[in-house]
């Protein structure tokens, strides 16, 4: 599912009418149904409603949905945003129509207060001032009225973004309402997925508009977040004439004394992801706590790749400048498919570059801090802006990049970037990284494009933890539970169902 900017969406919207012939005012008709059709979903009970709309498109899906609202036997009340003569277009139409018939209307421009007073009484308060063609901080009586809307402690809900967000930022402008249910249209905006904005948009339904998936297509859009659909190919049931063989055979160079536990959860993550065969390559004293820790892993005590199909480095490895060379000689080297996570990782750090010159098939699944590390940045700089941090990482590596963190990002040298939607708080605990590298590791060995294992396993890993979380909560959770729903992760992403999340 893309994610778009305003900009972007405003030439969906132009490409839908012009291109399509798909009459604008039809749009805002479906959109106002989509509205309407949520709020009895949400209140059913709801009996008197109030819709504050601006003089914009935005406004015209508000005086859209009163009429609907009317028609249903639901009273409503239109408190206008502004100077109602200013009202042109499609919005005018749907103005006259409520004008017609009697549906009263109260102009907030007068009086801020005396026109609050007629939505006190209301059961749900619909934010239709502002859509996705705000590009500054609300001001005048636009401010007032949103921080006086907050102040009736009424539910909310917004027509496509919360007014006062920014439809191409994660921040929001000040002040912006907070909703507790956001109805959207075609695709989602930046700001319906990224905190701090994501939070004030409550729950984000998208709602089919009828714009053709065609006109969003020839947009060329590069950051999507991922849905169960794309996936289900990858990790389809198996064929009765399976065997080990099929679902190849993952070298996993990872541990040392004292951090054996990462080359476990490494083997564990990718055994229960449906590698055909792993074999953990250590020193001779993690390997003895490796066979135990993980008997179905086979370990090996010298660096061996005759018949293996792809290759997971790093984790648990030593941090020191010989661990560090030896690390760089062996991704030098190795020509098969590759994740690069933790110590790997950081035997590169300010040297991105050199990690991948030749472009071969690998994968990097750095934290923020280990990205900074490798930029030559800050973690700040890192986090104040995820999306062009992992694009940038991508381009430099020549590796697709999994930054983690909430919203686990995935992006390609070619500047694609994907958002994992799975995942919860609890799995910010030792461990995880391991069992998502191993996960990965699978995937790769199983021949699957670097691009989509590393989807692909963010995915699934995630939906582990979300399985886990529905039988334990979120404190608590240990990797090793994670790796252990990991087969009925994949059960769930088949039945395109998942836990704990609302579209």
């Known amino acids: 599912m893309k994610i ?14 012009e291109r399509f012939g798909i009459p604008s005012i039809v749009l805002m008709e479906n959109a106002a149904i989509a509205v309407v059709d949520a709020i009895f979903e949400h209140y059913p009970n709801a009996d008197r409603i109030a819709i504050f709309c601006g003089i914009g498109a935005n406004g015209g899906d508000g005086l859209a949905i009163a009429r609907h609202l009317e028609n249903r036997g639901v009273v409503p009340v239109v408190i206008i945003a502004g100077d109602r003569a200013k009202y042109s277009g499609d919005a005018l139409t749907n103005l006259t129509i409520c004008e017609r018939l009697g549906i009263p209307m109260y102009d907030a421009g007068d009086d801020v207060d005396a026109a609050l007073a007629h939505a006190a009484d209301a059961d749900v308060l619909i934010d239709a001032i502002f859509g996705t063609g705000l590009n500054r901080a609300p001001e005048g009586m636009h401010a007032e009225l949103i921080r006086e809307i907050a102040e009736l402690r009424l539910p909310v809900i917004a027509v496509d973004l919360p007014s006062g967000a920014n439809a191409s930022s994660p921040v929001p402008f000040e002040p912006c309402l907070q909703a507790e249910v956001t109805v959207t249209f075609a695709v989602p905006k930046i700001c319906h997925l990224f905190e701090p904005s994501a939070s004030l948009c409550g729950e984000v339904i998208v709602a089919d508009i009828s714009i053709p998936e065609k006109a969003i297509e020839d947009e060329n859009v590069t950051l999507a977040l991922l849905t169960p659909r794309e996936l289900q190919p990858l990790v389809a049931p198996r064929p009765a004439s399976t065997h080990k063989g099929t679902y190849g055979h993952l070298a996993v160079v990872a541990g040392s004394p004292g951090r054996s536990g990462a080359a476990v959860m490494c083997a564990m993550g990718a055994i229960r992801a ?8 250590t020193d001779e004293e993690t390997a003895k706590l490796v066979h135990a820790g993980v008997i179905e892993a086979m370990t090996e005590t010298a660096l061996s790749l005759e018949k293996k199909s792809a290759v997971l480095i790093g984790p648990g490895l030593a941090d020191d400048d010989a661990s560090y060379a030896r690390v760089r000689a062996m991704i030098a080297e190795i020509e098969l498919p590759m994740i690069i996570d933790a110590s790997g990782l950081n035997a590169f750090a300010s040297r991105a570059s050199e990690l991948n010159p030749r472009k071969r098939p690998r994968v990097i699944t750095p934290h923020p801090g280990e990205l900074a590390r490798l930029l030559g940045r800050s973690t700040k700089e890192i986090n104040g802006d995820r999306i062009a941090s992992a694009r940038e990482a991508a381009h430099v590596t020549n590796c697709v990049t999994l930054l983690k963190g909430h919203q686990t990002l995935v992006a390609d040298p070619d500047g694609q970037v994907r958002v994992n939607p799975t995942g919860n708080p609890g799995m910010a605990s030792g461990g995880m990284g391991d069992v998502l590298a191993g996960v990965i ?3 790769l060995a199983r021949g ?3 691009f989509e294992a590393a989807c692909c396993g ?3 890993h995630g939906l582990a933890g979300d399985l886990v979380k529905e039988k334990l909560g979120d404190t608590g959770l240990a990797a090793t539970d994670v790796a252990q729903h990991l087969p ?9 169902v998942t836990p704990g999340k609302s579209t």
């Open 458 to 460: 963010a995915y699934l």
């Open 488 to 496: 009925h992760a994949i059960v769930k992403l088949n039945s395109g």
């Open 4 to 17: 778009v900017d305003s900009a972007q969406m405003r030439n969906i919207d132009r490409r839908s009418t």
């Open 441 to 443: 590791g699978a995937l």
């Open 448 to 450: 699957i494009d670097p």
């Open 274 to 281: 449906g590698a055909g065969l792993v074999t953990v390559m």
